[in-house]
Nanobody
């Protein structure tokens, strides 16, 4: 059974940090681009970051550049999103997604999705 399972979300104060994990089962992440998307209440799902499988290139939306870091550990079949200096506007449900093709900010381009995990940044 193909699955992506996110973990590591929760409640954090502004300026704090969280590390999200995305564990894959039923397939190997080695040959997939991995992205993180998020969706806040009343807003569209937006791409946050992506890491390619070809050369490990990473991409970030401007609003998280310099604060978030995406990585992957193919040996553990897991991808990560380290989130530092969190802001209230980072509050959203975060999803990881896998694409056989390439990184894209369009959610339609992804083959597999996790169920999502809540991240809340509040004092």
């Amino acid at each position: 059974q193909v699955q992506l399972v996110e973990s590591g979300g929760g409640l954090v104060q502004p300026g704090g940090s969280l590390r999200l994990s995305c564990a894959a089962s039923g397939f190997t992440l080695d040959y997939y681009a991995i992205a993180w998307f998020r969706q806040a209440p009343g807003k569209e799902r937006e791409g946050v970051s992506c890491i390619s499988y070809r050369d490990g290139s990473t991409y970030y939306v401007d609003s998280v550049q310099g604060r978030f870091t995406i990585s992957r550990d193919n040996a553990k079949n897991t991808a990560y999103l380290q989130m530092n200096s969190l802001k209230p506007e980072d509050t959203a449900v975060y999803y990881c997604a896998a694409s056989e093709v390439k990184c894209s900010w369009f959610y339609q381009g992804y083959d597999y999705w996790g169920q999502g995990i809540q991240v809340t940044v509040s004092s």
